[in-house]
Nanobody, 124 residues
């Protein structure tokens, strides 16, 4: 009942910045926790950042703390991931996820809805 579409991925040099967006459609009137995950070619899908429905609580993977910022706009049904000081190891397909919950969700299996992913490539 909820569709997620990521955008904003692309190629950027190390040290640069990129902003990802995830637009939700469908039954978006409910309360949804949102999150970002990523998957590199030789790795599994790992947690990146999460935000509660209200936006009052956030959580980040250690690898991105201090560099990435997750935010959301409930009125626009959109979640964002601002990525600064990008490193080559940030290269991956980034997925946004949502679940009808108010709390903070940081585990992949907790999310019921997923986007198709957007490629982020960071050159050295």
């Amino acid at each position: 009942q909820v569709q997620l579409v990521e955008s904003g991925g692309g190629l950027v040099q190390a040290g640069g910045s990129l902003r990802l967006s995830c637009a939700a459609s469908g039954r978006t009137s409910s309360s949804y926790a949102m999150g970002w995950f990523r998957q590199a070619p030789g790795k599994g899908r790992e947690f990146v950042a999460a935000i509660s429905w209200s936006g009052g609580s956030t959580n980040y993977a250690d690898s991105v703390k201090g560099r990435f910022t997750i935010s959301k706009d409930n009125a626009k049904n959109t979640v964002y991931l601002q990525m600064n000081s990008l490193k080559p190891e940030d290269t991956a397909v980034y997925y946004c996820a949502a679940d009808p919950a108010r709390g903070l969700l940081t585990i992949r299996s907790q999310y019921g809805y997923w986007g198709q992913g957007t490629q982020v490539t960071v050159s050295s």
